[in-house]
């Protein structure tokens, strides 16, 4: 039995696509037909996850970075950001006029600058308002994605020990420091009593950084930024051509053989 590790955006779906393709899906599944374990190992928080993962079924869910995994329906790995340092995010967030989300149970999504002509709205529009529906929500991490960050900003979340990662120079993901998917990797092999050597994850940006270096074999897809995929021990075609459906039909070929 391997140790199957997915990231999803980028990945396994294609950027602007609601749902990851038939083959991708198929070659998931084949996966957990031939006895193998598989993560989802995804950025997104719990409130983000979509609807088909859950469908699908994979074994365990490393959501936020890590910072909640979920197995058999229950949370074995929890880290919530303080109450209070929520709050202060929120409010600098608030008065510097970003946008982007604060993710936990739900995405909630603030935006200054959001365009009624495409459909983006905010769930809050004031500090208030999300003080006042939203202060008692777990929360795992931030996105803000005005890039370069904000040096006032970016010092503060430095100052509070949480780390920043920036994803192909579109957005930032603010999670706690230690609280990565290089550690949901290293969690969920104790968790199913997996050696390394018999781990295998699936990236494409820099949040995958390390999973990628704690997995026993990373493989990266083609569409992925070059310095990802210098990263990794394998490179398959681009999420758009299904590589990581590629790689799995091969690799049950050859466990025929």
Same mark, same amino acid.
């Given at each position: ?49 979509? #609807?088909?993962?859950? *469908? ?9 970075? =890590?910072?909640? $995994? /979920? ?74 994605? #005005?890039?370069?960050? *904000? ?9 509070? =020990?949480?780390? $920043? /990662? ?92």
């Amino acid at each position: 039995m391997k140790l199957f590790f997915f990231d999803y955006d980028g990945t396994l779906l294609v950027p602007g696509n609601k749902a990851m393709s038939e083959r991708n899906r198929k070659a998931l599944t084949a996966l957990k037909d031939a006895g193998h374990r598989i993560v989802l190992c995804t950025g997104r928080c719990y409130g983000h996850v979509a #609807k088909e993962l859950w *469908d699908l079924g994979f074994d365990a869910y490393a959501t936020a970075c =890590g910072a909640l $995994i /979920i197995k058999d329906g229950k949370p074995v790995h929890e880290d919530r950001l303080p109450h209070e340092l929520v709050m202060a995010s929120m409010k600098i967030i608030w008065d510097k006029r970003l946008d982007g989300a604060v993710e936990g149970s739900e995405r909630v999504k603030f935006y200054h600058h959001f365009e009624k002509d495409h459909g983006i709205y905010p769930e809050v529009y004031s500090y208030s308002e999300y003080e006042e529906r939203f202060s008692a929500m777990p929360v795992h991490k931030f996105t803000l994605y #005005k890039v370069p960050m *904000d040096p006032d900003v970016r010092d503060f979340f430095l100052e509070n =020990g949480m780390e $920043i /990662i920036n994803n192909n120079n579109v957005y930032y993901e603010i999670i706690r420091k230690g609280n990565d998917k290089g550690k949901a990797v290293r969690d969920c092999l104790d968790l199913f009593g997996v050696a390394r050597e018999d781990s295998y994850c699936f990236g494409d940006s820099m949040n995958d950084r390390l999973m990628l270096k704690e997995a026993g074999h990373s493989i990266v897809v083609g569409s992925a930024p070059d310095d990802v995929k210098a990263m990794a021990d394998e490179v398959v075609p681009p999420v758009e051509e299904d590589g990581v459906a590629c790689w799995i039909e091969d690799f049950l070929k050859e466990s025929l053989n």
